[in-house]
């Protein structure tokens, strides 16, 4: 009768044990699952040596012990009924179905159907372990990543795309949706036989899988409203914070042709292209800086607004000048706008002549500047037009009448407040890209990103309330998934890098 943990029974156990079963052997419960799927459901109690876990026995074993038996069972076995009725008393008040066994004259066990082994799975079992009791739950169910759910995958096209670069948040993209167990995609006659089932436990393939037919209603709902989603949907949705299905994790979204590629680097199945450094740059990338400017470029190609946080000193203005100067040698002419502290304007006209003197540049500031019309006039002849932030609010009605190129905003982090002047006037303008540069993009606190990345990416984050909502303040909390999850979603529009990375340092005098 001497039973051993098998491969297919996970256990998970605490250091605990209740008073009642303190001594050479904790109480133990196992689920046991049934092999027909009608079949019922079955809670055993073991006896699970303290000095040895892997020795398990069944009661009737254990009370039943002759002298072939364990000494510690011979030595015990007087007291051994009275203290399992106590542990089961004891354990009867958080799962209350151990009664019913209580009158044998040696429990062993009671039956379940598939709603109450739902139930021990998903409430009781957590309940006993905190109690010091050991659970023993079938693998399926306790295995790392190897829950059995029903997750979602969208397979995402573009209408219309005959391999054409560059994107918009705002285009249009078909999602066509399945639902797959694992490696397999389930058929519509599955779904809809699942659709009508009311238990939470369904045999499916072989295997026992957590699923509701109210989730797989509500999700086919939602397909049919959700065929159609914008490229800022799909991203958000690839990165694990767009809208899913409800009860169903979103397990994949993949494409084909040029928005597959997209999609594998902005999740980082692939990389992207390191590019040479413009021709007419007038300095030397370092290695780093060129895996920055080839980011930059990676993320302008698509039209996606970047945040490059490196440290400061590590050289953000070059690397956005070798952005700018790719665009102007690759024939772009609308001038690029860049906004930036007053004490810095002067810098950024002295940091272009000297790295791109090929490039005139504009200091729009001063009692004589130029507005309206006179200022298109003038910004025709100029490739960057830098100013001020206190002028990017006050000039906002003449400097919104543009089309830039792209805007770059130096010390991003004078944007963090979302209600201020500079900030709103920075998201209203019209930029065929959009770059932030800050070695400090959360400044205060995690409610600083928002503005940022609004003004990259809109809608990436979803509406100031939302943010706050879903991240700010469960992340204020200390909720470790909720700034997982911020994480993923905005890990490929940051940049950052510190002087003291050891691949940095290499690459400094």
């Known amino acids: 009768h001497l039973m051993r943990s098998e491969s297919k029974i996970a256990s998970s156990r605490s250091p605990g044990i209740p008073e009642q ?156 949706w399945e639902v797959a167990l694992g490696t397999h995609t389930l058929t519509r006659e599955e779904l809809d036989a699942l659709s009508k089932l009311k238990e939470p436990l369904v045999r499916l393939r072989g295997r026992w899988v957590e699923a509701s037919g109210d989730d797989i209603r509500s999700a086919m709902e939602f397909w049919k409203k959700k065929e159609q989603a914008t490229l800022r949907d799909l991203v958000r949705l690839s990165l694990g914070g767009g809208e899913a299905p409800p009860g169903l994790a979103t397990q994949e979204v993949s494409a084909e042709g040029e928005l597959g590629r997209f999609l594998d680097r902005i999740q980082g199945k692939a990389h992207y292209e390191t590019l040479p450094a413009p021709k007419k740059l007038a300095g030397r990338l370092r290695p780093y800086q060129v895996r920055g400017f080839s980011w930059l470029a990676f993320l302008r190609q698509y039209g996606l607004g970047a945040c490059l946080a490196d440290d400061m000193g590590l050289g953000k203005t070059i690397q956005a000048l070798a952005l700018v100067l790719k665009d102007r040698e690759a024939g772009v002419r609308r001038p690029v706008l860049i906004a930036c502290p007053l004490s810095v304007v002067t810098n950024w006209k002295k940091e272009a002549e000297r790295f791109t003197p090929g490039l005139s540049v504009l200091v729009h500031h001063g009692v004589d500047r130029d507005r309206a019309a006179a200022f298109k006039k003038s910004i025709a002849k100029h490739a960057i037009v830098v100013t001020s932030y206190a002028l990017l609010a006050r000039d906002f009605e003449t400097l919104r009448e543009i089309r830039w190129g792209g805007v770059i905003l130096d010390e991003a982090q004078n944007v963090k407040n979302p209600q201020t002047l500079q900030a709103r006037a920075a998201r209203a303008l019209e930029a065929d890209y959009r770059i932030a540069l800050t070695g400090t993009p959360v400044e205060n606190h995690v409610g600083d990103l928002w503005s940022i990345m609004e003004f990259l990416n809109p809608g990436l984050l979803g509406s100031q309330a939302e943010f706050k909502k879903h991240f700010f303040a469960p992340i204020e909390f200390g909720d470790k998934e909720a700034a997982e999850r911020l994480a993923r979603l905005t890990r490929p529009f940051v940049l950052r890098r510190l002087k003291t990375d050891k691949s940095i340092i290499r690459d400094l005098p």
């Not at 459901?41 to 002298?67: E, F, I, K």
């Not at 179905?97 to 598939?114: C, F, K, M, N, T």
């Not at 918009?168 to 066509?176: F, G, K």
């Open 21 to 176: 079963a303190a001594g050479p052997f904790k109480l133990c419960f196992r689920l046991e699952e049934p092999e027909d799927p009608q079949g019922v459901w079955r809670v055993s109690y073991l006896l699970q040596s303290t000095s040895d876990p892997s020795l398990l026995l069944p009661p009737g074993s254990a009370l039943g012990a002759g002298p072939r038996a364990p000494k510690i069972l011979r030595r015990e076995s007087f007291e051994l009924r009275e203290k399992l009725l106590a542990a089961l008393e004891q354990a009867a008040r958080i799962c209350p179905d151990i009664r019913l066994s209580l009158e044998a004259v040696v429990p062993d066990g009671y039956e379940l159907d598939v709603r109450g082994a739902y139930d021990f799975l998903t409430l009781r079992a957590a309940a006993l372990e905190a109690a010091g009791f050991g659970v023993l739950l079938p693998a399926w169910w306790t295995r790392k990543g190897g829950r059995s759910k029903l997750a979602a995958r969208a397979r995402a096209s573009r209408p219309g795309m005959k391999g054409a670069v560059g994107f918009s948040l705002d285009d249009v993209i078909r999602l066509d």
